[in-house]
């Protein structure tokens, strides 16, 4: 089995920059703040040989082509491109992140 290679998108790099900021903004540590980043990456990582092991997201009872990984407070919304697993977003959990996706609430 091949693994697959991870793209992030713009949108998706600056999400896990505003979350080291904030792990940073709450902890006053570089080393922190990194390490909960690079942990958080490594959580996507691990869907690499198995892309579709992630959560399936629905919207309206329909597949939307997305997966999601789970870590701590977040969620990372990917989809399988070829053979990329392309990172779109990053956000938190609590938030109503289906309008951030598809811009509007279900």
């Given at each position: 089995?091949?693994?697959?290679?991870?793209?992030?998108?713009?949108?998706?790099?600056?999400?896990?920059?505003?979350?080291?900021d904030g792990v940073f903004e709450?902890?006053?540590?570089?080393?922190?703040?990194?390490?909960?980043?690079?942990?958080?990456?490594?959580?996507?990582?691990?869907?690499?040989?198995?892309p579709m092991s992630g959560i399936?997201?629905?919207?309206?009872?329909?597949?939307?082509?997305?997966?999601?990984?789970?870590?701590?407070?977040?969620?990372?919304?990917?989809?399988?491109?070829?053979?990329?697993?392309?990172?779109?977003?990053?956000?938190?959990?609590?938030?109503?992140y289906m309008k951030v996706l598809?811009?509007?609430?279900?």
């Open positions: 089995m091949v693994a697959y290679k991870i793209r992030y998108t713009p949108a998706a790099q600056k999400d896990m920059e505003d979350i080291w709450v902890s006053y540590d570089f080393d922190t703040a990194d390490k909960y980043v690079d942990d958080l990456a490594d959580e996507i990582a691990k869907k690499k040989k198995a399936p997201l629905y919207y309206r009872g329909l597949f939307t082509g997305f997966y999601s990984v789970n870590f701590k407070a977040y969620k990372a919304f990917y989809r399988i491109n070829g053979n990329c697993m392309e990172v779109i977003r990053v956000l938190l959990a609590k938030m109503d598809f811009g509007e609430s279900e």
